[in-house]
């Protein structure tokens, strides 16, 4: 049972557009310790937000009604959509994030985060592909909540989606490479979801999503180099949304 505290932000608005959430971002708070992040998060001067922060011990600080739109995404991008915030509902992990000692996830905030987000999916039609972290949204600027997050986990409690590498082969592409087989690979992960130019030019914002990717959904390798494990997650991925479809 979900212990959840009221803890009110003033910084949202209403929805642009549609109006409803389609979407579920999960992100770590990347502070030294979840009082300080909340009350940035709550901070009207800050002028940022979400619509939930979920503690360590698993208490849930909910901050913005649902209906609105939290000011948690700033710049990003999925599935050609920018404007992310207003289609989307965000978590906060309480975690010192890759600056303040990046650590694992306690067990009872990630079953609270389970929970929590089983509810948000009950509430919204939100499909598995649009669960992502902020790193997923925002590659070149984030990198939360990062690879020590267990998103196997989620995808078998019907969070979000992880992929199984049925076949590897194919070539390694690295960054400086270029030509047809780069500019697959940049149409796979756009067609995934990812904001990246099909340019066929291996070039450092496309390091960057791979290295999202990697963070979502290879964990044990971060280099930014599309080797073939790496490219059959991917294909894996996109034929499950077929398989869906």
Known sequence: MLRIVSRPSPN??????EGVP????????????GEAAMARLTDPAARVSAHYTVEEDGTVFAH????????????????GHTDINSRSIGIEIVNPGHEFGYRPFPDVQIAAVVELSQGI????????RNVVGH??????????????????????A??????????????????????DAVAGLQRRLQAYG??????????????????????????????GEADAETQALLADLLERLDATS
């Open 12 to 17: 949202s608005n209403e929805r642009v557009g």
């Open 22 to 33: 389609d979407m579920l971002i999960l992100h770590y708070t990347g502070m030294q310790t």
């Open 64 to 79: 913005v009604d649902e209906r609105l739109r939290a000011w948690h995404a700033g710049v990003s991008s999925w599935r």
């Open 121 to 128: 999916l009950s509430r919204h039609r939100i499909p598995a």
């Open 135 to 156: 790193s997923d949204v925002a590659p070149a600027r984030k990198e939360d909540p990062g690879e020590l997050f267990p998103w196997a986990l989620l995808a078998r």
């Open 158 to 179: 019907g969070i979000g989606l992880w992929p199984v590498a049925r076949s590897v082969s194919g070539d390694r592409l690295v960054p400086g490479q270029s030509g």
């Open 194 to 223: 990812y904001g990246i130019d099909v340019s066929g030019a291996f070039d450092e914002a496309t390091r960057l999503v791979v290295v999202a990717f990697q963070r979502h959904f290879r964990p044990s390798r971060l280099d």
